[in-house]
């Protein structure tokens, strides 16, 4: 099948906010931060903070939306965090189901859990599942992943934060990598990218690399994309050997 070089800009939609840590991916959490600012400028669905809550206010939004999306689930928590009942889980699918014009991206570090769900869901082909993985401990995530029913099936290897000795492809649609930003990011290195690009390349799969996260990381200091004002700017540059890998899985074509 053939791979698409296409870009969506994609919306947030976060019909659950706050989260705890379970992994190494998590130790300098971007929604954390980003929960305690909102929190700090009187945002009311931040005035807890990082703490776990369900809004099922918001779950009409998407069908508000006039046009088309590509729409990033909880993008501040993580849908199948054992703390979120399953019965808002599935009014969060129902909403999914009954909006095909949008395509959801859904993102998870409880691979267990999926699994176990993934039964009780009805996966249209609208919803893109995905985990994380950041080291090799939790390259099962993936294989937990590809049981379930899901269409279209992604790996966010973000931040990737050690290499990987194994990368199981079965099922899989789609991989992201990208370096750690921020003052206390952990650096990538080149060969843990070239070894998850040459895997998707053995077994065709599209191949997204999002960022090397700081310009130190990088391992070229000429990356154009390292400037701000580059039309496909990431932080740290995207390029790799020259070239900038966006693809997309071939269903999104």
């Known amino acids: 099948m053939a791979q698409s070089d296409i870009e969506w800009t994609e919306v947030t939609w976060n019909p659950v906010t706050g989260c705890t840590k379970i992994s190494p991916g998590c130790k300098y959490c971007y929604a954390e931060v980003m929960s305690k600012r909102l929190k700090s400028m009187g945002i009311d669905k931040y005035k807890d903070g990082f703490a776990l809550k369900a809004h099922p206010e918001t779950l009409n939004t998407p069908f508000t939306w006039k046009k088309s999306k590509v729409v990033f689930v909880n993008s501040m928590s993580d849908l199948f965090h054992p703390d979120v009942p399953a019965d808002f889980i599935k009014a969060v699918f129902s909403v999914m189901n009954n909006t095909p014009q949008h395509t959801y991206q859904v993102l998870t570090k409880r691979?267990?859990?999926?699994?176990?769900?993934?039964?009780?869901?009805?996966?249209?082909?609208?919803?893109?599942?995905?985990?994380?993985?950041?080291?090799?401990k939790y390259t099962y995530r993936i294989q937990e992943l590809s049981k379930t029913a899901a269409q279209t099936k992604f790996l966010s290897i973000e931040p990737l934060i050690a290499p990987l000795k194994t990368l199981p492809l079965d099922n899989i649609d789609w991989v992201i990598v990208g370096g750690e930003s921020g003052h206390k990011a952990r650096p990538?290195?080149?060969?843990?990218?070239?070894?998850i690009k040459r895997k998707c390349e053995e077994r065709n799969v599209a191949f997204f690399f999002k960022q090397w996260g700081k310009a130190k990381f990088n391992i070229n200091p000429q990356?154009?994309?390292?400037?701000?004002?580059?039309p496909k700017h990431a932080k740290g540059g995207c390029e790799l050997d020259g070239k900038i890998y966006r693809q997309m899985p071939p269903k999104a074509a």
């Open 188 to 195: 990538i290195k080149k060969d843990w990218v070239d070894f």
């Open 111 to 136: 691979s267990e859990r999926l699994l176990e769900l993934s039964p009780e869901l009805n996966w249209t082909k609208n919803i893109w599942m995905g985990v994380s993985v950041e080291n090799e």
């Open 223 to 230: 990356d154009p994309t390292i400037e701000s004002d580059h």
